[in-house]
């Protein structure tokens, strides 16, 4: 289970930090990935991050504004959004797929692990 968190408003250039919790064991062998969804559009990549939390990769929109990161040890990803922008209003998503080794994945298919969702938005 994926519990996300940290979502808010905030206004155009701020910061906000998001969470994702895990629940259970073995965390360590899943990649994970943060996706969001803005009103009327499908649901986008935005970063992820392998098993390890060795490798990184990010959409070219938020590509030097966000970092992902992990810590294996408390079960948690993160996703620090910096300069944030009117356009990264969404609802985020992280996600789960058990890896194999350095694995890195950016398709919505490619996760079966999904929470719930926390809403972001920045005002102008």
């Known amino acids: 289970q994926l519990q996300a968190s940290g979502g808010g408003l905030v206004q155009a250039g701020g910061s906000l930090r998001l969470s994702c919790a895990a629940s259970?064991?073995?965390?360590?062998?899943?990649?994970m990935g943060w996706f969001r969804q803005a009103p009327g559009k499908e649901r986008e990549f935005v970063a992820a991050i392998n098993r390890s939390g060795g490798s990184t990769l990010y959409a070219e929109s938020v590509k030097g504004r966000f970092t992902i990161s992990r810590d294996n040890a408390k079960n948690t990803v993160h996703l620090e959004m910096n300069s944030l922008k009117p356009e990264d209003t969404a609802v985020y998503y992280c996600?789960?797929?058990?890896?194999?080794?350095?694995?890195?994945?950016?398709?919505?298919?490619?996760?079966?692990?999904w929470g719930q969702g926390t809403q972001v938005t920045v005002s102008s």
């Open positions: 259970g064991r073995a965390f360590s062998t899943y990649a």
């Open positions: 996600a789960a797929n058990r890896a194999i080794l350095s694995a890195l994945y950016r398709r919505v298919s490619e996760y079966p692990y």
